[in-house]
Nanobody, 123 residues
Framework: QVQLVESGGGLVQAGGSLRLSCAASGRTFSGYAMGWFRQAPGKEREFVASITWSGGWTNYAVSVKGRFTISRDNAKNTVYLQMNSLKPEDTAVYYC????????????????WGQGTQVTVSS
């Protein structure tokens, strides 16, 4: 069973930066695509970014492209989300997800999910 634990959320002013981390543990992490989703109050959960096991391919939502960067360190079983130029509309609970199939992951149907970390961007 893969377990995911997010950290790094907090309160930041507009224009600032945060780096989220997602540490995976369990019987296997090898071969899993990883991704980040977010859910703002009153809104549905939405895809933010994804990365393949090798790290050779990444994908981003249009709303964060050019501002956010997803990366991973397989030796540490950790995936990161570097968030720059943050805007108030980035305020949400951010969730880490994992799945062997990146298509299933990006569709919001990943097998494993973390508990989420709150990101609040003040104007």
């Amino acid at each position: 069973q893969v377990q995911l634990v997010e950290s790094g959320g907090g309160l930041v002013q507009a224009g600032g930066s945060l780096r989220l981390s997602c540490a995976a543990s369990g019987r296997t992490f090898s071969g899993y695509a990883m991704g980040w989703f977010r859910q703002a109050p009153g809104k549905e959960r939405e895809f933010v970014a994804s990365i393949t096991w090798s790290g050779g391919w990444t994908n981003y939502a249009v709303s964060v492209k050019g501002r956010f960067t997803i990366s991973r360190d397989n030796a540490k079983n950790t995936v990161y989300l570097q968030m720059n130029s943050l805007k108030p509309e980035d305020t949400a609970v951010y969730y880490c997800a994992a799945d062997p199939l990146i298509s299933r992951l990006e569709g919001g149907r990943g097998n494993y999910w973390g508990q989420g970390t709150q990101v609040t961007v003040s104007s």
